[in-house]
């Protein structure tokens, strides 16, 4: 996956109304006089990206961090994607950044992936309607939902796939085709078939519009991802509507949908459709990617492989051929807790994260100013050595 034509065309997108921005920032910001983090902001309009970008472009990207880190600190000010940002590649003011979600920031992303997104998905989400679903988002990653029904459900999709493997196998694809299934399971119960196959080709297709031009005059893939979304959308309002007359009805069932649906406040149909593209877009390319990349760093380091083998293969030695895992085989396996945690670490899916400063922001010594962009690097901490 390249995420760099995901940054370039937020560049492309953003560049020329930012300029004004910019030059209205910084005379504004010159008259106040306000302590900035070190930096450097480097040409107008393309500031520090093209330096950025090229650095991405090496087998080892940090080049641009580690020399503005070794310059000016692990916060430093600089000139990415057409705006003025405060990069972060430091641990403490990250986890402030991430805690101050809807107090002292906000998000912020180009109107390219809201209209991919929609309106009231999660990521662009604000406020008090943004609480709300992300307090019902979490609750279903509690012990006792992972464990009476995820584990579950784990189990059976991944035999279930595993036994239709013949010979070889595209593990990426594979992986992208179970992590599918598997959320729809978990947000509306849906078993693989037809239509969840079928749903699975438009998004496909929704997907690869965030990795193109985002003008429909210029790109078809891009068109083709606006109206793949109107369908995928259709599609989902109509189950929405569907679950909404039988729960009127009284019957419930244990997913994310049924939660929506009575959640206090009550969310409507469009808030929900959105919501759900959001979820499918944040978990089906990111876990299938980081799944693939397991088995590639798993096979370039065979004593983990090893150490890995000998600890599933006590379980299986254990149970049955056809007896499905249980909790207490999840968690005796703290080896496989640790190739996970380290491939999280190492794979740095989602890179950081950007966020707009809602007010003057006193941290460490210096103000980050208000309507600044500020950009928290997890992959800088995951990578400090
Ligand atoms: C987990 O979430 C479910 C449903 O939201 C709730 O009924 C249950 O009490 C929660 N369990 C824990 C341990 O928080
Ligand atoms: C893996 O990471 C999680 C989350 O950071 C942490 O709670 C857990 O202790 C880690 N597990 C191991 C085995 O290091």
Redesign the pocket.
């Known amino acids: 996956m390249d995420f760099m034509a995901f940054f370039l065309t937020l560049l492309i997108s953003s560049s020329l109304s930012l300029l004004v921005f910019f030059l209205l920032r910084s005379s504004r910001f010159a008259r106040r006089k306000l302590r900035l983090p070190p930096g450097n902001l480097g040409l107008p309009f393309v500031g520090e990206t093209l330096q950025l970008i090229s650095a991405y472009k090496t087998e080892n990207p940090e080049p641009f961090i580690d020399e503005r880190v070794a310059r000016f600190g692990t916060l430093f000010t600089t000139h990415v994607f057409g705006e003025p940002t405060v990069f972060s590649a430091d641990p403490e003011t990250n986890r402030f950044i991430l805690q101050n979600e809807g107090k002292l920031f906000e998000s912020s992303y180009p109107s390219s992936i809201s209209n991919l997104l929609g309106r009231h998905s999660l990521l662009l989400m604000r406020g008090s309607l943004h609480k709300r679903m992300h307090s019902l988002t979490m609750s279903f990653a509690n012990s006792s939902i992972i464990r009476d029904h995820l584990l579950v459900d784990i189990d059976r999709l991944v035999r279930l796939n595993m036994e239709s493997w013949a010979g070889k196998v595209f593990l990426m694809e594979e992986a992208k085709k179970i992590t599918f299934e598997l959320t729809l399971k978990q947000l509306m119960s849906f078993d693989p078939c037809e239509w969840t196959e079928s749903l699975r080709k438009e998004y496909v297709l929704v997907i690869e519009g965030f990795f193109s031009i985002p003008l429909p005059i210029f790109s078809t893939t891009y068109r083709r991802a606006i109206q793949a979304r109107t369908k995928v959308a259709e599609a989902l309002s109509l189950v929405v509507r569907q679950r909404r007359k039988e729960s009127e009805g009284g019957e419930r069932k244990n997913d994310m949908l049924a939660a929506l649906l009575d959640g206090d406040g009550g969310f409507s149909d469009e808030e929900i459709v959105d919501f759900l593209v959001a979820l499918l877009v944040a978990g089906y390319e990111t876990t299938s990617t980081i799944m693939t990349l397991a088995v590639k760093f798993l096979t370039e380091t065979p004593l983990a492989l090893a150490q890995l083998k000998e600890e599933h293969d006590e379980i299986r030695a254990k149970k049955g051929e056809s007896e499905p895992l249980e909790w207490n085989d999840y968690k005796s396996m703290?080896f496989t807790?640790?190739v996970?945690?380290e491939t999280l670490r190492v794979a740095n899916i989602i890179s950081g994260v950007f966020r707009r400063a809602m007010t003057d922001v006193n941290i460490k010594g210096y103000t980050i100013p208000k309507g600044w962009k500020v950009f928290a690097s997890l992959r800088a901490v995951h990578l400090d050595h």
């Open positions: 703290p807790q640790c996970v945690n």
